[in-house]
Structure formats: C-alpha cells, structure tokens
C-alpha cells in the first residue's frame, strides 16, 4: 500500500499456456529426454525498485516429479521487462510420467497467487542398443592354435557387446546377422558364421558371442567375414538402416601329420548287361600311425551310367550331374572306410572305365584308383514252338473228305524263323489240298510246309490240309512235327498226334459247334480311386452254330468293387466282386454287348482288372477265345476336403462371446484320413474354448488345432466350435481356418475359408447393464456410469483396464468387477466431512474447558494440558462452590488473585474410528489429531465475559486400505459467558477459519492379468463456520455441585473443488462441496470438594446423551482425462446417530490459583463410531 500511495506498482503476469493446462513435453525423436515452455508475459506496473517487482519462483511436485526439471526456476520482472520463458525437460521412461509445476507469484515482495499446470511427459520413444565388437571391425582375426595339425579344427570369437539402448519392439531392436566369408583362398575352410544371427532389444546389456571354426589346412588361409548390423526405422533415421562389419581371417598353415592313404575302387562285376544295375565300392585305407583329416574323394562318372545314389557310414556325399563328392572328416590310423556308388548300365554294349580320386588335408596330390566294367547285350530269348492238330470230324464215312487242323504257336520269348511243318499221311488217305496263311505247303504224301517270315514270340500260325478218308474202314493215326532255324527250348511239344476212326456206316450228324470270343474294354481307360469305371464286353459267336444257354462270368480284382451289371437280353447278379449274366442264346456271326460297371476302390493297390469267361451249352472248337481279362489303371483319387468358416452373430458388441463354426467336407472319393483343421486367431480376439463331436481340439499361442480322431467318409461332413471373445473396441476382424489331411487333397484351392466379423463398440447402456450385477454399493454405483462411459469409448484413458473389468463380467467375476468399481470411485473424499466435524469438535472442547473456568470466576492465565477426546463435553477446570474459592483467595477485588483479564493456553490430542460400511457407502476412517488453542477474555462483570481464541489442530487419518486424509486448521472463535442469576448461565461461540486438506486415494485392484496400484494426490481448501450454545443450572448441595445442562452445535463446511495428481488415468476432479451437522446433548456434571491438607480435591462425574444430525455427506467429481460429464455420484448414507458419553475426572486445587487435574471420557451407543478421551491439565495465574 506504501508503494502503491508512491505510484509504485508491480507488473501482473499472463501466461501461454494458461494455468491449469496440462503441457504436454515432447520428445526429440528416439530418446528419453522431452522439453516444453511456458511463455511468461509481463504486463502493466509501473516504477521500480523491490515494490514494482513481480518475482515468480517454480518448483515441480507430484509422484512423478522427480522426472522432471525446471529451468530457470526463478524470475523478477519490471514494469516493461521482455517476455520470458520457463523452460521444461523430462527424463522419459517406460510409461508416462505426470507431474504438476507449481509457480508461486510475490508481486512487490508480498504474497501473491499460486498457479499451476499438469505436466505430461510421454514415454520413451524406443531406442535401438549401439553394438561395440571384441576385436574392432577391420581388425584381423587369427584362427588358434596357430600350429594345429592338418586337418585339425582352429577357433576365434568376436564378442558382441550392446549398450544405450531403450524401450521393447521392432524400434528398439538392433540384429547382427547375414554373415558371409568371401576371398577365402582355400575355399570351404572357415566355418560357423552360417546362418549366425543375434538380437539386441533394448536395454539389454547381454553379450553375444560369434564363434568360428576354420578346417587347417597345409597351407596358409586367409579370407574376410562380412556382417550386416541392422537397426530399425526411426524418425530421426527413416527406414531400417544396415552397417556393413567385416573383419579380415587368417588360418596358420598346419603341420603335416605322419599318415599314409590308400585308394581303391572295384566293380560289383566285371561285366553286365545293358540297363543293368551295378555298384561301385570306393576304399580309402590309413595305413600309417596317426590320423588322416579332411577326405576329399571326387568321381567322374562316366556319362553313359545313370547315378542312382552314393553313400557310405561316415561318408557325406553329394551328386552334381555326373560328379559325386564324397567327403570323411577323419580317418584314424589302422582303419579304413568305404562307400558305395550305384549306377544303371547304358542300353547299348560298351566298355566303361571309371576313376576315383581322393585328397586330404596332409596331401594335396590326388591318389588315383580306377575300375572296368563291359556293358554287353543280354542273350537272346530262346524258341519255343507247339504245335496242336485236331481233325474236323470223327468218325469219318469212308470216302469223305474231312480235314486237319495244325496250329503252330511260339511260346518262346523270341521270334523263329524258317517255321516247318511236316505231315507223313496214313496209308489210305489221299490229299486234297494243305493251305494256309502265310504256308508255302508241297508233297502229297508227306505234307512239307514252310512259313514265310518269322513267328514273333506268342503269336501263332495255322495250316489246314484236307483230306479223303479210304475205301475201307479203319483207325488212322496222323502225327505232325514243327521245327524252325533256332533251337527249341522245349521240344516235348514240337508234335501231336490225332486219332480219327474211319467206318462204313453213316456218320451220326455232327454235333452242334459255336465259337464264342470274348473281348472287353475299360472306359475310361483311366480313372481315380474312388471313381467308377464301365466296363464294355462284347461276345460274339464265329458258328458254325447258334450258341444256346449262354453264361458269362466276370471276377473283379481286389482293387475293384461291382456296381451293376446290365445287357440288352441278359439277366445279371451281381455280388462284391462277382458277376453272372446269362442270355438264352447268340446266334452265328451276331455280337451281344455286356456293362459292367465297377468302382475302384479308395486307397486300392495292385491291379484293377476283371477275369472274363464266356460258356454255353454248345461244343465250343476253339475253347482259348472263350476268355480274357481287361484292365484300367488308376491313381490314388485323394479326398477333395473343403471348409466353410462361419460367425456365429455378426455384427458382434465389443467384449462379448461369439463362435466360429469350421465345416469340414469331404467330396471323396477316399475317405479322409488324419483331418486337421486349424485357426490362427487374430491377435484381437481372445480363445475361450473349443470344440467339436470326433474332433481333440489345443490351443496354442492363440493357434487352434482341432484333430479329428476318425477318418472323414467320402461325402461326409465334421464341425468345430470355436468360441472366442470380442475386443473390447470396435474392429473388422478377418480370421481364417484351414483344413488339412494326411490324405492327397486334389483340390487343395477349397481348404481355406475366411469369415469377417464386425465388431460393434459396445454402448454405454449395453456396458452398464453388463456391469449393473457387480454395482453392489455406493460406492461401486456410483462408479458405475462413470466406467460404463470410460469402456465404451474406444479411445478412453482406461482402455486397457477397461477390457479386462468386461472381460471379467462377460466370464462372471463380479466379484472382481465389484472389487474395480470400488477402487476407481474417489469414495475417499468422504471422509473429509468426519474429519472437519471433528476438526470443530477440537476447537469446541478447548474452547468449552475455558468457559467452565470462567464459569465459578476462574481468571488469570490458564493451561489446559493433554486431551484425547474424541466427543462429549470438555470437563470444566473450575467447579468449586463460592466458599471454597473465598477458602482458596478467590474474590478479592483488590488482594484475591481474580483479574478482569483472562489468558489461556488449551492442548488436545484426538484419536477416534469411524467402521468401514459398504452396504451404506460408509469410509472407514482411523484418525488421530494435535490441537492447541490460546485466548484472551475480559470479564465484564461478575455475571458476563467475553473472549476471541485462535486455534491450530493437525489432523492425520488413514482412510480405507492405503489412503490418507490429513487436514490442517486455522480457527478463531469470538466466545461469552453470561449468568442469568447465580446458578443459571448461557454460553455462545462462534467460530470462523481456513482448514487445508490433503488427500492421497489409493487406487490398488486385480482384474483378470492386470494388477492396478497407483496413488493419487489431491489438496483442497475449506472454510468452516460453527455456532454453539449451552444452558446450564447449577445445584449445591453442601459440597456437591450438580450442573443439568443442555447444549446446541452448528457446523458449516464449504470445501473447494480440487484435482488430483500422480495416478494417470485414475486422477478425478472434485467439484464444490458443502455440508452441515448439528449436534444436541442433554447432560448432568457431578463434582464433589474434599478439602485435604495442600489443597482441594474434587472428583467429578459427567454424563450425556447427544443427537447428531448431518447432511448425507455428498461429493460430485469426474475423471481428469474422462467426460467433463460423467460424473462420480459419491453418497455417504444415514449418517445420523445417537450416542451417550460418560467421564470421570479428578481436579486438584492448591494456593495461589495453581491447579491440576485428570480426567477419562468414552462415548457408548454406536456401533458404528467410538470415542475415548483422556484429559490432563494445570494451570496457575500471575
């Protein structure tokens, strides 16, 4: 005010952003430190020196402070001084870290406003660990020992040190890997960087070590390993960066080991035939006395000769073209090892020679071996001709012509050429002609005929010779022979003889004849397993006669089953694999068709064929042709398996329980064997269960596997379930299963079905009614719309905690749910109502301890020490009768020790509980409290006082489990008392102060896989009126004092809103709160002198009944990062009570004013609240 009288005046201050904006500090790129300002602007003001000086001094508060730093953290503007920035930085980590800065303005060296602002500092973008290598990148590597034997192994390591880096995932992940050797003079020496590949996420600080491994050779090696370090994208870097590392190898030649080697290679013959099979055996032998490294043996094989395979124990051998390579990594002294190479021989004769050659490490010349093979012809097939000759007709009427019939068949493996045939005729007979096709026939009693060309293997020749029978009747005997160039291999068939009798009667008539032949094919020629096949028979009859009663007979494979047969005219039975068809007759030259269908059957081997016969009632000359057999081939036909994926409901809430149903199909035309049908389900969505009738169904890792158990029929069908959960946010969900078998599918195009889901957010009314069973209490309901919005916003601070509570209800733990309402509803701040009530309390019964003094015209100074109290009244110091204080000295106005002015001092230690009750919303609350208050009163007269006192109390409370409530208080109470007459008094005080709040709410629950324990902080400032009253009347008798009294309380809260700090997304707002509470208690004081030697002692007796009355305390508050309005509903119900309280005490009254007393209280009556007091005090005046 001096300054300002002076013109003088400090500058205000305007900031960007303004208070109570949350900054929000940013990153640099990859990294753990982000900065942010906060521009200062001073305005107006005017003059200078320290009363026209704004200072401005910040500090950071909050659980993540320590995160953060301010700079500078002071300032002092003038009128006109520049702009000036408070420079902000964090240290990220892992999560988010919240804080608040705190800047306290002193405008012209006074007191002035607090402002505030959250601070946000994001976490840690990830950052990829640096590599350091043990030897340096382009350092060169010796391989030890350095003089290891010839084909011994040497060694070198590079360590692989990581450090600096930060964060989990793809951005923090440095690899080492795609090495590679090139330059390597002997190639084929360094090993162990194949496929070397390591991963560095993080802060990780494992070392990771390269081992290398180098074959010694007889000469130095040297060669260079090439890496690739590869780190993620960035937005400092861009895409995936890769540093090139190489180091330059050197292997010390080795030291030649005293051993000598033996090659020798044969030939499992010596010779044989074209397109034979044949081995070659390749020996190598160690005939020296230590061990012999690195076998190398190369063979060339002749192009002529197909390589089938080449393999031996300890041999790893490869085939490149015609070249195999065949390599033992050691041969020991005394010992020898060998391999085999199979071969095929080429189709044409040649002679073949084949080498081997072999090396090692100790000797670099290749030691030869070699090995001759004569590939020749295979010798011709040998010839074996027949020959059968049956006559027309017998008997024969002497004089007729009949006829011979000679068929010649080669049943050798080669053709026969010059075929003869030789026919001495019997005594009596004379020819008429020898024909046939092909025949060249000459003689008339001896019948020579020869066959032009060659008779292939299995084919045969006729030659019919008609003769006539002689005059005279008589048995013929009629022997023919065959012959050819080749010589026969079986000449036991090379003649036949027929017998025909010849006699004078009338030859009876012929009997009937019918040449039945028989021939078939497959249609298709080619099917698949499983499928049918037609086969089309056709039987015709040569004659010379009709063919009566005819019957065929067909026998199918093992491989085939019938399925019907069916002819124009015929009647057919069919059974597996049997088939009897029969017709009445088939005429000469006609040809009657038969089908017979059949089915190849799945998983079939061996031939699919079928075995015809035709017979009939009538003599058949030619019996061979009455049969046959047809085939078709095949291939394993599989099983066609299809899929079919559907959604049980779509679209889907978020968070709710729907099903996947995999059909499996089978087309056939096998069965299915070993049917697996698997699912790899979107990250996204969570396995319940799963299941199916025939199907074992796991899941691992979010992949489901259900086997079936039996193999699936052709045109068959299987299902499984799978039942999954929703996320808890909105999302097209594309999830795919696929079906396999063990069986060949041909069709493979059908084994993956795909089914998209939509997933609907959930709404809040949907969430609610989900939730509504867990909202068991005050507390929880009042977190339940609260949440219920939270949840159904998929960009909601509590996602993650969200998802788990739905999951949690959608699987029926409530009681999980409820525990999770409970914790995130600030139910906590309800405690502040208990505490300012007793806040006022303290200051009443400190207050109340002075009026009792002055009361029986107490005065001077008085210290009332040590109370713990939690309720009733103070028990008052000065309850002597009149006499006794004109005993003591009390009274003079002059010499007695009474002054018109009073000073006093009043201790208090409070401790009381308040039981937790969730069914009525009830905190429980454990304080304990310090209170001292001191005043000054002036007696106006002998019947009335006034007095002002201020006093201080310090509250501590543990609220719940793991929360705090303290308080501090600054009261100053305006008091009187005034007797109407002797005995009757009126006593008022009203009281008016500031009471700072300081609240910490522990969120801690688990729900499903997440464990929640945050703590957050909250101060507010409240301000509290009180009014009390009392009556009273006192009684004498003789020594005793009686006081009836009866006494009305007041109490007003009005608290700030406020906001919390340091629990993320638990942090609430709390908006303006105001209470009231009125207490009425009727009771009686009891006090008794009993006058002792150094003064009077006075026991006393106190005892009431009080009535509380107070508002339901009621609190509103919403989350800091939530809806503005959505609001926690907090009520505390049916905080009304009635309780008595009952005290004994003892004062003690010495000369001079000095005293000294003792006194205990306890309330009774309430179950829910308990009091006790203790009371310890003295005074003296001067």
Known sequence: MHAQTRGISPPTLSYIPAPGNQVNLSLGGAGTTGSAAIQVTPMGGSGS?????????????????????????????????SASAIGLSCNAGPNIQLATLLCNESPGGSIGQQQSWPLRCPAALPVPPSLSYDPQPGSTIAFSPGNALIGSTATASIRITPSGGLGTGFGATTQFNNCTVTGESVPGTIAGFQGASFTFIGATTAVQTLNLTATVRATAVTATLNCDEVGPGSPLRGSPFVIPRSWPLRVNAGTQPAANLRLLKTASAQQVQVNEEFSYNVQASNVGSSPEFGLVVIDQ?????????????????????????????????????????????????????????????????????????????????????????SDSA???????????????????????????????????????????????????????????????AGASASVSIEVTAPAQATNLSNR??????????????????????????????????????????????SVLTGQNVSFEVAINNIGPDPATAVIFDGTLSAALEAVGASGNGWTCTVSARQIVCTRASIGVNATENLTISARVLPGATGSADMSLRVVSSVTDPVPANNQGQVAVSY????????????????????????????????????????????????????????????????????????????????????????????PTSGSSISNEGVVSASTNDPNPANN???????????????????????????????ALPVVSAECADPASALAAVCEEIVDAADDGRIGEVTDALRAIAPDEVLAQQLVLREIATTQFFNVDARLNELRRGGGGFSLSGLTVNSGGQAIPLSLAGEALQAALGYGDDEGGLISPWGFFVNGNITDGKQDLRNASGRVGVDYSSRGITAGIDYRLSNRSVVGAALGYAKFTSDVNTGSELDAKSLLLTG??????????????????????????RSIRFRVGGMQVDELARGDADSTQLTLATSLGYHLNYGAWTVTPNLGLRYIRNDVDAFTETGAGAYNVSYRDQSFKTTQLSLGVQIGRAISLDTGVLMPQFDFSLNSENSDDPRAQASLVNGSPSQL???????????????????????????????????????????????????????
């Open 752 to 782: 993956r079905s795909t089914q998209t889901t939509q997933i609907n957010d959930r709404t809040v009314e949907q969430i609610s009614d989900l939730l509504d069973e867990a909202a068991v209490d005050p507390a929880s309901e009042a």
């Open 635 to 726: 291939q394993a036909g599989g099983a066609d398996v299809s899929i079919v994926k559907t959604d049980s409901v779509d679209p889907v809430a978020a968070g709710a329980q729907y099903s996947y149903t995999l059909t499996v199909s089978n087309a056939g035309p096998e069965a299915a064997s070993g049917v697996v049908v698997s699912d790899t389900l979107p990250a996204a969505l969570s396995f319940v269960s799963a299941s199916g009738a025939g199907f074992a169904c796991t899941n691992t890792a979010g992949t489901v596997r259900c086997t079936l158990a039996n193999p699936l029929a052709a045109g068959a069908s299987a299902a499984a379930t799978i039942a999954v959960r929703a």
């Open 49 to 81: 020196g320290p009363f026209a000086t704004t200072g401005l001094n910040c500090t950071i508060s909050g659980n993540g402070a320590s995160a953060f730093s301010v700079s500078p953290g002071s300032f002092s503007f003038l009128p006109g001084s």
């Open 1128 to 1182: 926690f509903r907090l009520d505390q119900q049916g905080t009304d009570s009635s309780y008595g309280s009952a005290g004994l005490g003892f004062v003690y009254l010495m000369a001079n004013g000095r005293q000294a007393y003792i006194s205990y209280r306890h309330t009774f009556g309430n179950d829910d609240f308990d009091r006790g007091s203790l009371n310890l005090g003295g005074r003296f005046e001067f």
């Open 394 to 456: 017998d008997p024969v009427r002497t004089g007729s012509n009949f006829s011979y019939l000679l068929t010649v068949s080669n049943l050798g493996g080669s053709a026969a050429t010059g075929v003869r045939v030789d026919d001495v005729l019997p005594a009596g007979l004379t020819l008429v002609a020898a024909t046939g096709t092909g025949w060249n026939c000459n003689g008339s009693s001896t019948i020579n005929c020869t066959l032009a060309g060659s008779l292939a």
């Open 480 to 525: 023919a022979t065959v012959s050819s160039n080749e010589p026969d291999s079986n000449s036991a068939n090379n003649a036949d003889t027929e017998s025909t009798s010849i006699t004078a009667e009338p030859p009876p008539p012929p009997p009937l004849r019918a040449d039945l032949g028989i021939s078939a094919r497959a249609v298709p020629a």
């Open 301 to 389: 094989v002749p192009s002529a000769l197909t390589i089938l395979s080449a393999a031996g124990p300890d041999w790893t051998c490869r085939i490149d073209g015609n070249t195999v390579d065949c390599r033992l990594p050691e041969l020991i002294a005394g010992r020898s090892a060998d391999f085999n190479i199979q071969v095929r021989a080429p189709a044409t004769p040649r002679s073949i020679s084949n080498s081997a050659r072999m090396t090692s490490l100790s000797n670099s010349t290749a030691l030869v071996s070699s090995a001759t093979v004569d590939v020749v012809a295979p010798p011709p097939e040998p010839v074996d001709l027949a020959i059968d000759k």
């Open 975 to 1000: 008091y009187g008392s005034y007797y109407v007459n002797d005995r009757f008094y009126v006593d008022t005080r009203l009281t008016y102060g500031n009471v700072k709040l300081d609240q910490s």
